[in-house]
Structures are given as C-alpha cells and as structure tokens.
C-alpha cells in the first residue's frame, strides 16, 4: 500500500518546460508500476506515461504527449516524476499520479493507489 501526494504543478507559457514530482509513503515502492494521468476541464481522465516497477527498464507514452514528456523515478526517495518540455495549452489539466501492482499498464482502472492531483496551466 502506498500514499502519493503530487507536486511540482502551476502555470507555465507555451513551449515552456515544468516537472512534476510524486513523493510516495509505503516500503514496498520499489516493485510497483507507477503512472501519470490528467483529466482537463469536461473531459475524461486519460492516461499520459507509465514505467515499470524496480528499475523501470520499461516506459510507455500517450502519442499526445510522446517525445516531450519523460516519465522517471527514484526508489531511494520513493518518487516518480514527470518532466514535461514544450508544453501546449492543451496540455492544460489536472495531473494525477498512480501506482498498481503487477507490470506496467495505461487504464485508470488498473491503478490501486492514487495522488489528490496537481494543476497545470499552459498559456498562449
């Protein structure tokens, strides 16, 4: 079981860069998959980055968002971060950190363990 608390967001102009970190309680940290998602005003909660439990040899991306974000983590601290470059505006959305048991996956559904959310706002 883990606690995930999500930090890191605020506003930030277009093409502009803005990390996002995920500070987690719990000892066993280390084997579970973590995940970034965001839900933007009205629309639907959908998936952004995920990466494998231990080392995190695995790593997969939304295309949205593919070749601009960069998800990572560090046991020794028990965080996951997300770094976001060339952001858009419609990258505008609150940004919630997960974590599941078992291999990496990008369904909401499939995630234990959720953080409270963090905004980020990308102006024109």
């Known amino acids: 079981q883990v606690q995930l608390v999500e930090s890191g967001g605020g506003l930030v102009q277009a093409g502009g860069s803005l990390r996002l970190s995920c500070a987690a309680s719990g000892r066993a940290f280390s084997s579970y998959a973590l995940g970034w998602f965001r839900q933007a005003p009205g629309k639907e909660r959908e998936f952004v980055a995920t990466?494998?439990?231990?080392?995190?040899?695995?790593?997969y991306y939304a295309g949205s968002v593919k070749g601009r974000f960069t998800i990572s983590r560090d046991n020794a601290k028990n965080t996951v971060y997300l770094r976001m470059n060339s952001l858009k505006p419609e990258d505008t959305a609150v940004y919630y950190c997960?974590?599941?048991?078992?291999?990496?996956?990008?369904?909401?559904?499939?995630?234990?363990?959720w953080g409270q959310g963090a905004q980020v706002t990308v102006s024109s």
């Open positions: 990466i494998s439990g231990w080392n995190g040899a695995t790593t």
């Open positions: 997960a974590a599941k048991e078992g291999i990496v996956a990008t369904g909401a559904k499939t995630y234990n363990y």
